[in-house]
């Protein structure tokens, strides 16, 4: 009879007997009677005592071989420990190894750069695999969110014919004769949607190829985005902030001590999570800037990283900004009927210096400007008819919004630098492993 496995998680909450678990090796050390093996598997560790007078010297021989990253199997008797490293001891009966391991070639303080080189091994960390299961955890909670508010999931194409958020940073792909585009986002697609499903929502790769070498890019990140039909700019924003709490609080629920060991603090954040947070207009920022922080942004001016990060010093919360200049968003986000040289858009930004983590708009419905602004920045509007055609055949009200989910889970996570927020992070410098 195949014998029944544990997770290490589920042996300590039987906390005695005898129980089967599995895993890799995480830290080794003992003496010429006993060997003391952490193993671990993907939610957390136990130390497993080997003694030489119980397994004999042939099975002892083997256990004292053993390597960081080594596979097996363990049966024993587990009992609580207060001494060892997770609270859990077990006494090993036996033990089957099923995969060995050379010599791993992660050791303690290597650099950055190295350790990117390794990715493919460095996700055994505990930081990153910690990291990738609050990602998990973030993003079935934001379906969670979208299915209990009436959304419908939408998929669009990741090829596309033409840029939506500046021509300078498409990736150009070979498609048989012809070229194509990497998607900048699902939103042209997206808006087709709502006119059949009403409210839609995704979670897709998006490209850009920025020339950044910052800790806050990358160029292939993911994008979860939501466009709703009859939605204006108010209502989206709000749905944006309800939509960010929702999974945060989600993250808390399940991964208080993951934060913790993280380095977050997680009373914080469940303060900030309770919080309103507040909506301000790009004009009032400026003011804030000029009177708070005695930084000069002229109108006109988009915010760059070191204006978001000053304006944020003020805040303790995500602050969503609105009503930026025209000048400087892109062509589908219309203009404020009240004040022209205002578009109806917006960014959320994060506090601590994390800065832009969502940005939407209402969308345009006027053809004619669109189709002046596009060719103003380069475009030809011949490309974006099936766009248009939107607008000529009842046509409605519609807003949407992008959340960079890497920016989001380094902000909650308190990383350094979004490479640590994906898997496998792909920037200007960097395409592989």
């Known amino acids: 009879m195949a014998k029944k496995f544990l997770s290490i998680t589920e ?8 129980v089967n678990i599995r895993g890799w090796v995480y830290r080794e050390r003992g003496s010429s009677k006993l060997k003391f093996i952490v193993l671990r598997d993907a939610e ?10 119980k397994l004999g010297d042939e099975k002892f021989k083997i256990a004292d071989k053993l390597q ?14 207060k001494r060892a490293p997770t609270g859990y001891e077990i006494s090993v009966t036996d033990f089957n190894i099923i995969g060995g391991s050379d010599k791993y070639p992660i050791t303690k303080d290597q650099s950055p750069e190295f350790l990117l080189d390794k990715r493919h091994l460095w996700l055994r960390s505990k930081k990153m695999s910690t990291i990738l299961r609050i990602r998990s955890t973030y993003t079935f909670a934001r379906e969670e969110f979208f299915q209990n508010n009436n959304f419908y999931r939408f998929d669009p194409p990741i090829l596309q014919p033409s840029q939506c958020e500046g021509g300078s940073t498409l990736f150009e792909v070979k498609y048989y004769k012809d070229v194509t585009y990497l998607s900048q986002s699902w939103q042209l697609y997206a808006e087709a949607a709502v006119f059949a499903l009403e409210r839609v929502y995704d979670t897709a790769p998006t490209f850009r190829a920025e020339r950044s070498k910052t800790s806050r890019h990358l160029s292939e990140f993911w ?22 709490k929702y ?37 009032e920022a400026l003011k804030m800037l000029k009177e708070k922080n005695n930084l000069e942004v002229p109108f006109g001016k988009d915010l760059r990283t070191i204006e978001e990060e000053t304006l944020m010093r003020n805040f303790d919360t995500p602050v969503v900004v609105t009503h930026y200049p025209r000048n400087v968003v892109a062509f589908y986000k219309p203009a404020d009927p009240a004040n022209e040289d205002e578009a109806l858009c917006f960014d959320m930004l994060a506090p601590e210096g ?8 209402q969308r345009s419905l006027d053809v004619k400007d669109m189709e002046k602004r ?21 046509s409605v009200p519609h807003s949407g919004y992008g959340v960079g989910l890497e920016r989001v ?13 994906i898997a496998f992070p792909r920037t200007m410098l960097r395409k592989s492993p």
């Open 68 to 81: 960081v990253e080594t596979s097996m199997e363990v049966t024993g008797e587990i009992k609580e420990d």
């Open 374 to 394: 596009l060719k103003n920045e380069g475009e030809d509007p011949k490309n974006y008819e099936w766009y248009f055609d939107l607008r000529k055949y009842g």
């Open 223 to 244: 994008m979860v985005e939501a466009e709703a039909a009859w939605m204006d700019l108010h209502e989206i924003t709000e749905l944006a902030k309800e939509e960010l």
């Open 44 to 53: 957390t560790t136990i130390q497993c005592v080997i003694e030489k007078a």
């Open 247 to 283: 999974c945060i609080k989600k993250v808390i629920e399940k991964h208080e001590e993951d934060l913790e060991f993280l380095g977050q603090d997680v009373e914080k954040l469940k303060k900030i999570v309770k919080k309103p947070w507040p909506t301000i207009k790009y004009r």
């Open 354 to 361: 994390y800065c832009e983590i969502v940005g939407g708009s």
């Open 409 to 421: 889970l380094a902000w909650i996570c308190k990383l350094d630098n979004i490479k640590d927020a």
């Open 11 to 18: 042996a300590m909450k039987k906390a005695s007997g005898k």
